[in-house]
């Protein structure tokens, strides 16, 4: 498997998941793997603590690690959500993990995250319920054989988490074939007689969307279909301590089996990367200085990029240390997206933020502030 670029949550962290199913003492919703204590632990970690389990009849341990930071409260009501009739509905800025917390929801609840439709403009019921074989079709006429079943049908039919990625981008039509199939857990097949044309929904099915704000659209959720999912509002990392963490907890396992691997990422780099994301999205400085503001998405999932971009720059064309030049170098190209603008708001935060540190000769603010020439357009 060495040379798969990324594996589902459930085969990544089989480990851990093995290891809280083995210690499970409380029920289980019908249909869970997990039961929602569990759940949680697999999301929140479990503080250093060592579950022991079998693996392959060899006795072996495994610590939780922690998954999402920020509102533990927004897990719980997400766990006990998705054991209810309601659907769960991520709603937020993009970055905010709301793609990553559906994932490992999904493997948790139903040891499944693939059962996944990626909403987009062109997207079709085919891809949601199901469609032909069309060669046996024709051949035999509609038969369960030339059924070819898509995440819907099939989560319905085990009894598993469906994830609906960036619903609001579908069209209308589609995202309402949702409709029937959530409040009377049942899919149709109107080709095939009898039984084999109904899928009543198993218990442990269940749907989570996402949907990100800058996307148009959201508020165009038919009203009917709002009703079926419970919101939760992904919020942007607060704490910039939780931010370092993540950063360096991802970066670490995208480099881990790469040629790159050795690459430092240290953490007062680390602390300029990261700050210089948290005070962009908060619009000042924790000086309390205003900056400006642009289009840029300045979200984690971007500081998770330029982290590894660096490190990978670092190990390729220089000492295998990230240095603060390095971070100015991909910054650009993570944050200024659309252009012009948006290398504005990175040169006026070298200006206010960087400047001012750099003068002060503060650890490696002067460094980073030599790299500005990074930023020119
Ligand atoms: N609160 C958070 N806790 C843990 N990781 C986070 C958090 N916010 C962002 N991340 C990181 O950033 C990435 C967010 O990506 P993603 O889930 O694709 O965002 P979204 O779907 O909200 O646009 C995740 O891979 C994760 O590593
Ligand atoms: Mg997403």
């Not at 610590?63 to 509905?89: C, E, H, N, P």
């Not at 430092?264 to 990261?274: I, S």
């Not at 971007?302 to 590894?308: D, K, N, S």
Request: proline share 5%; charged share 25%.
């Amino acid at each position: 498997m060495n040379d798969v670029l990324r594996l589902p949550a459930e085969r990544r962290l089989a480990d851990e998941l093995d290891a809280l199913r083995a210690h499970d003492r409380d029920p289980r919703p019908p249909g869970w793997r997990l039961s929602p204590r569990a759940v949680e632990t697999f999301i929140l970690g479990s503080n250093g603590r060592a579950y022991e389990f079998e693996r392959d009849g060899a006795p072996a341990r495994a610590v939780i690690s922690r998954k999402f930071y920020g509102d533990d409260l927004l897990v719980q009501r997400a766990i006990v959500t998705l054991a209810s009739d309601r659907g769960l509905l991520l709603v937020g800025e993009p970055g905010t993990a709301k793609s990553w917390l559906s994932e490992h929801l999904a493997a948790a609840v139903s040891g499944d995250s693939l059962l996944t439709i990626q909403g987009s403009a062109g997207v079709t019921e085919d891809q949601i319920k199901y469609s032909w074989n069309y060669a046996l079709l024709l051949a035999e006429g509609p038969s369960l054989r030339a059924l070819v079943p898509a995440p819907l049908y099939l989560g319905m039919r085990a009894g598993k988490v469906v994830r609906f990625e960036e619903i609001t981008r579908a069209p209308h039509e589609v995202q309402d074939t949702l409709l029937s199939c959530m409040s009377d857990k049942v899919l149709t097949v109107p080709e095939l007689p009898g039984d084999d044309g109904v899928v009543l929904a198993r218990r442990g099915f269940n749907v989570i969307g996402t949907a990100n704000t800058r996307d148009r659209g959201v508020n165009e959720m038919s009203s009917a279909l709002k009703r079926r999912f419970n919101f939760e509002t992904v919020p942007p990392v607060e704490d910039l301590n939780d931010e370092v963490r993540i950063v360096r907890e991802q970066v670490t396992t995208m480099l881990r089996g790469t040629t790159a691997e050795g690459a430092l990422l240290g953490d007062d780099v680390l602390e300029l990367l990261v700050t210089t994301f948290h005070e962009i999205r908060a619009g000042r400085t924790v000086d309390g200085v205003k900056l400006d503001r642009g289009g840029a998405v300045m979200s984690t999932a971007e500081a998770v990029a330029v982290g590894y971009q660096s490190a990978l720059f670092a190990s390729f064309f220089g000492r295998g240390r990230v240095e603060p030049e390095h971070v100015a170098i991909h910054l650009a190209g993570a944050a200024a997206k659309e252009g012009g603008d948006d290398l504005k708001v990175l040169r006026n935060y070298w200006e206010v933020a960087v400047k001012p540190r750099a003068a002060r000769e503060l650890g490696l603010w002067k460094a980073y502030y030599k790299a500005r020439s990074a930023l020119k357009g």
